[in-house]
T-cell receptor
Framework: SAVISQKPSRDICQRGTSLTIQCQVD?????MFWYRQQPGQSLTLIAT?????????ESGFVIDKFPISRPNLTFSTLTVSNMSPEDSSIYLC??????????????FGPGTRLTVL | AQTVTQSQPEMSVQEAETVTLSCTYD???????LFWYKQPPSRQMILVIR??????QNATENRFSVNFQKAAKSFSLKISDSQLGDTAMYFC????????????FGTGTRLKVLA
């Protein structure tokens, strides 16, 4: 299993500013993902963070708004840019090993609760 | 496209009783995995149980077991001897072994265990 930490755990930000969320995994992993979760709702995948290349974004999410970095196999960042109150949500990162068709479960970080005023 | 449906938004159960959470899915894939995750108020997503589609035997983890019906595309979770700590949101998730390795999540069932 993988242990994932996220920083910050929560933040309150002003409209128009940006916040970078860090995700650290305690072991090297093949894949890392970023999700958004509105309170009481399910998880929505934002993007897959690819090591050494640009992230792969889901429909409705764009790089200019949610730039993602993944400099190595244990670390990734998600930036929420030019924030508005609609960006208030919980942001979770996860890791998964997936090699040669063998699927292992995703492990999740504790989430970052973002409030935009 | 794959979909996962959890038809019970909220459920409650008395402590020590048994409860079953339902999950159905739709896919044309033959090889896939199914998972149940628990998310307590702390927000931490915790894997409860997993099932490989090629296995006919239902997975069991202590008080948690599944009823996997591949033909019916059904994957229910049974919690026996419910405990107060089982109070949480429960999400069913699907992933195909081919393609992008992305999870498809259901909308979740909020379970409350009553003392």
């Amino acid at each position: 299993s993988a242990v994932i930490s996220q920083k910050p755990s929560r933040d309150i930000c002003q409209r128009g500013t940006s916040l970078t969320i860090q995700c650290q995994v305690d072991s090297q992993v093949t894949m890392m993902f970023w999700y958004r979760q509105q309170p009481g709702q399910s998880l929505t995948l934002i993007a897959t963070a690819n090591q050494g290349s640009e992230a792969t974004y889901e429909s409705g999410f764009v790089i200019d708004k949610f730039p993602i970095s993944r400099p190595n196999l244990t670390f990734s960042t998600l930036t929420v840019s030019n924030m508005s109150p609609e960006d208030s949500s919980i942001y979770l990162c996860s890791s998964q090993q997936g090699l040669g068709g063998v699927i292992n479960e995703q492990f999740f970080g504790p989430g970052t609760r973002l409030t935009v005023l | 496209a794959q979909t996962v449906t959890q038809s019970q938004p909220e459920m409650s159960v008395q402590e020590a009783e048994t409860v079953t959470l339902s999950c159905t899915y739709d896919t044309s894939e033959n090889n896939y995995y199914l998972f149940w995750y628990k998310q307590p108020p702390s927000r931490q997503m915790i894997l409860v149980i997993r099932q490989e589609a090629y296995k006919q035997q239902n997975a069991t983890e202590n008080r948690f077991s599944v009823n996997f019906q591949k033909a019916a595309k059904s994957f229910s979770l049974k919690i026996s001897d419910s405990q107060l700590g089982d109070t949480a949101m429960y999400f069913c998730a699907f992933i195909a072994t081919s393609g992008t390795y992305k999870y498809i999540f259901g909308t979740g069932t909020r379970l409350k265990v009553l003392a």
